[in-house]
């Protein structure tokens, strides 16, 4: 499988990155199996970074293999547990910190828009899935420990405009 990174630079040699805000999994190395959301994240790079490139860096993943050596959690759509981890880690109650690898759906600013609502207690649990489901919601696999790295395998970088490098 391929997972993608978007930044405004080559990323050979992922890391285990500690955010200066709190994110949806916790700290680590995000990463997601959707060209589009890796381009919309190095999109938000370039802006906060002020900077002229767009970079996506791929990577092989052996998903078989992690699933049996690593320690995963995974949410394959917006669930109470997927709202509830990633409205405790948002809020720094949970750090994902006992997963090697978290895995699911991305909650992007209108995600994130209807988890403050829920969290607020303007939407119930209810129906906050109601609205989630509704959205176009891209994937995520954050790499939480230098262990999960390891499966994360540099194959090289593109620019956005199309133009390949390794």
């Known amino acids: 499988m391929i997972l993608y990174h978007g930044s405004d630079t080559a990323v050979a040699e992922p890391k285990i990155i500690a955010a200066n805000r709190m994110l949806d999994f916790g700290e680590g190395f995000y990463t997601t199996s959707s060209h589009e959301q890796a381009i ?6 370039k802006q906060v970074r002020n900077s002229s490139k767009e970079i996506i860096s791929l990577y092989e993943f052996d998903m078989d293999k992690a699933v049996q050596e690593l320690d995963i959690i995974r949410f394959d759509s917006p669930s109470p547990e997927w709202l509830h981890f990633v409205t405790a880690c948002r809020s720094g109650k949970e750090t994902g910190a006992r997963y090697d690898l978290a895995i699911g759906p991305v909650a992007n ?20 899935i109601i609205r989630l489901k509704v959205e176009r919601i891209f994937d995520q696999f954050l ?15 593109e620019h956005i405009e199309g133009q390949a490098d390794g």
């Open 40 to 45: 919309r994240w190095a999109r938000r790079i």
């Open 109 to 128: 600013d209108n995600v994130y828009s209807t988890i403050q609502l829920f969290e607020a207690g303007a939407y119930s649990e209810a129906e906050a």
């Open 143 to 157: 790499f939480h420990t230098v262990k999960a790295l390891r499966y994360c395998v540099y194959t090289g970088y």
